[in-house]
């Protein structure tokens, strides 16, 4: 009988097939970030840049262009970004997604 995967831990975005890449976290400056969680309604970035939470920024990816988010969390590694959940949204978090998904020299 095969082993079962643990299904009680938290899901991660950031599994052996996704390359986290540079992106720019752009708060009147711009900031070096790396994703880690990406969804419609929001991403969290690793990054050293501490807007304030409630600030308007924008997060840019290479593959899947940018986006207006606001800074919802801070957090000691980075911070969390809220999107409006809507059309555009979810077509940028899936772009990002699958852009990281698809990059070659990934291994596996």
Do not use: Y
Request: aromatic share 6%; with cysteine; net charge positive.
């Amino acid at each position: 009988m095969a082993a079962c995967p643990d299904i009680s831990a938290e899901p991660s975005m950031a599994s052996r097939w996704r390359r986290r890449r540079l992106c720019i976290l752009w708060d009147g400056r711009p900031a070096p970030a790396t994703l880690r969680q990406i969804s419609a309604r929001g991403a969290f970035l690793e990054t050293n840049a501490r807007p304030p939470i409630g600030r308007a920024v924008s997060f840019h990816h290479p593959d899947a262009g940018k986006i207006a988010a606001s800074v919802s969390a801070i957090a000691p590694d980075g911070i969390h970004l809220a999107f409006a959940g809507d059309g555009p949204a979810i077509a940028f978090a899936l772009a990002a997604i699958g852009a990281d998904m698809t990059r070659s020299g990934q291994g596996g």
